[in-house]
Every structure is written in C-alpha cells, then in structure tokens.
Nanobody, 122 residues
Framework: VQLQASGGGLVQAGGSLRLSCAAS????????MGWFRQAPGKEREFVAAITWTGSSTKYADSVKGRFTISRDNAKNTVYLQMNSLKPEDTAVYYC????????????????WGQGTQVTVSS
C-alpha cells in the first residue's frame, strides 16, 4: 500500500491550502483515512479522520471549523481543506489508512504517507 501526500506549501496566516493523498496498492474504500501532523520538536498529532464511506468525520479541537476532510473513492484520494490557517498549523502533514473506525490513535493506522510540509507565516 502506498500513500502519496501533496499540496503543502508556504501560505500567509488567514490563507488556505488543500492537501491531497492518493492511495495505490489497496482497496481504498476499505479503509478509514486520517490526517496527522508533526511540528518540529513535537509528537505527531491527530488532525482529522473520515470513514470509508465518507459519511462521518472527526476533527481535533484545534482545527474544528477551519479544516474539512473529504474523500473520493473513485479517485482513491482523500483531501484536507485547510482554511483560516494560523502559524501554529505549521507542520509536516501525513495521511494514513486504518481499519479502525474514526480512530485518533496513531497505533491504529496501518499505512502512512511520506508527509507534506505546510508553513504558515505570520
């Protein structure tokens, strides 16, 4: 299973970015998908998750109302729309696949992408 994250970059505070994660080598629609992030010197933390059907989502409190996770099973892709970005959102963002429903735990994710850097300037 391979997950390829893309869409990161440098943006000013208040701006927006959309991350994409393309999956291959698996039955994408069998997995719940999640996004995590890791800032320098900090542990990797949960950001958002979506069920395999796309019908349910979960968010970290720090991104609720600003980030939206979605998926297109026909394209084997999950997205993270990030609006109203803040400098504290600066991190490497990782997508991951899990067979556990809407889990926030890193250990429940079986496959991970390589990460994409998001930098928000003040």
């Amino acid at each position: 299973v391979q997950l390829q994250a893309s869409g990161g970059g440098l943006v000013q505070a208040g701006g927006s970015l959309r991350l994409s994660c393309a999956a291959s080598g698996c039955t994408f629609s069998s997995y719940d998908m999640g996004w995590f992030r890791q800032a320098p010197g900090k542990e990797r933390e949960f950001v958002a998750a979506i069920t395999w059907t796309g019908s349910s989502t979960k968010y970290a409190d720090s991104v609720k109302g600003r980030f939206t996770i979605s998926r297109d099973n026909a394209k084997n892709t999950v997205y993270l729309q990030m609006n109203s970005l803040k400098p504290e959102d600066t991190a490497v963002y990782y997508c991951a696949a899990s067979r556990v429903r809407l889990t926030t735990r890193r250990v429940d994710y079986d496959y991970w992408g390589q990460g994409t850097q998001v930098t928000v300037s003040s």
